[in-house]
């Protein structure tokens, strides 16, 4: 059974930067496309952005675009996530994610969601 737990969750103002990581364990890191999700209170859960098992390449949601990128190191089993130019409205509980099924911007996650999940991790963002 995969485990994922986030870290570097916080407090920043509007415009700083955050980087959130995301270490796997009990499975082969490798084979799990792995993205992340977030969830604001009052809100649906939102795709925010995921990779391919390779690294090769990289699907992200509108609102995160040119701001959020993705990297992940198979070797060491962990997902990193750089959110520079912060809003407030990124303020969320932020959700590692694993699947064996591609995960990709448009997939209806309400109907398949990914296969594991990590336990959240909070930021939230100041104007």
């Known amino acids: 059974q995969v485990q994922l737990v986030e870290s570097g969750g916080g407090s920043v103002q509007a415009g700083g930067s955050l980087v959130l990581s995301c270490a796997a364990s009990?499975?082969?890191?490798?084979?799990?496309?792995m993205g992340w999700f977030r969830q604001a209170p009052g809100k649906r859960r939102e795709f925010v952005l995921a990779?391919?098992?390779?690294?090769?390449?990289?699907w992200y949601g509108d609102s995160v675009k040119g701001r959020f990128t993705i990297s992940r190191d198979n070797d060491k089993g962990t997902m990193t996530l750089q959110m520079n130019s912060l809003k407030p409205e990124d303020t969320a509980v932020y959700y590692c994610?694993?699947?064996?099924?591609?995960?990709?911007?448009?997939?209806?996650?309400?109907?398949?969601?990914?296969?594991?999940w990590g336990q959240g991790t909070q930021v939230t963002v100041s104007s």
């Open positions: 990779m391919h098992r390779s690294g090769a390449q990289s």
């Open positions: 009990g499975g082969t890191f490798n084979t799990l496309y």
């Open positions: 994610a694993g699947d064996r099924e591609i995960m990709y911007r448009d997939r209806d996650y309400d109907k398949v969601p990914p296969d594991y």
